[in-house]
C-alpha cells in the first residue's frame, strides 16, 4: 500500500493535467482523480506489467472523465468574460474553438499535445489501432484548423 501511495504521489499533477485538459473544470477534475485512484486501487490485481502503469493509470483517468462528461451533459457552465486582454482573448477563442471540435478529436489531441504521448501509447490507452489514432489525430487538428479560421469561430469569440 505504501508503494502505491508512493505512485500516486509522483502522477498526481499529471492526472490533474490530463482530467482537467478533458474536463475544463477544477472540481470534476478532482472527482476523476479520485474516482482513477479508487479504480486504480480496487484493480491493481489486473496489471501485470508494472512498466504500463502510467499507461494504465491515463486509461482509466480517461473513462472516469468520459464519465463525469455523460453525467453532467445538461448542465452549463458560464464562465465570466470581462474585458480581458488581447492574448487572453487569443487564448479564450483557442479554448472554444478546441471546445468546438468532437470528443474523440478532443481527448486524443489532449493527450498528443497536451500529455505528449506516442501514437503507440495512445493506442494502447484508448484501444485503438495506431492507424485509427493517426487518422483522428489528423481529421482532429483538421477540423480545430477549420474552425479556428472559419467565420463560425469568429463568432465563437465573440459570444
Avoid: P
Amino acid at each position: 500500500s505504501e508503494a502505491f501511495i508512493s505512485i500516486i504521489e509522483e502522477n498526481k499533477s499529471y492526472l490533474y493535467r490530463v482530467a482537467y485538459s478533458i474536463l475544463k473544470n477544477d472540481a470534476d477534475a478532482a472527482d476523476a482523480i479520485q474516482d482513477t485512484i479508487l479504480s486504480c486501487w480496487k484493480n491493481i490485481d489486473k496489471l501485470h506489467n508494472l512498466s504500463y502503469f502510467k499507461t494504465w493509470l491515463t486509461r482509466i483517468c480517461i473513462n472516469c472523465c468520459k464519465q463525469i462528461i455523460r453525467k453532467n451533459q445538461n448542465i452549463v457552465y458560464v464562465d465570466s468574460y470581462d474585458g480581458v486582454e488581447s492574448a487572453e482573448e487569443s487564448n479564450f477563442f483557442s479554448k472554444l474553438c478546441f471546445q468546438g471540435i468532437g470528443e474523440t478529436y478532443k481527448t486524443i489531441l489532449t493527450l498528443r499535445y497536451s500529455c505528449g504521448f506516442s501514437i503507440k501509447e495512445i493506442s494502447e490507452m484508448l484501444n485503438m489501432k495506431e492507424n485509427t489514432v493517426k487518422t483522428r489525430l489528423s481529421r482532429g487538428r483538421e477540423a480545430y484548423k477549420k474552425l479556428y479560421l472559419s467565420e463560425q469561430g469568429e463568432a465563437l469569440c465573440k459570444k
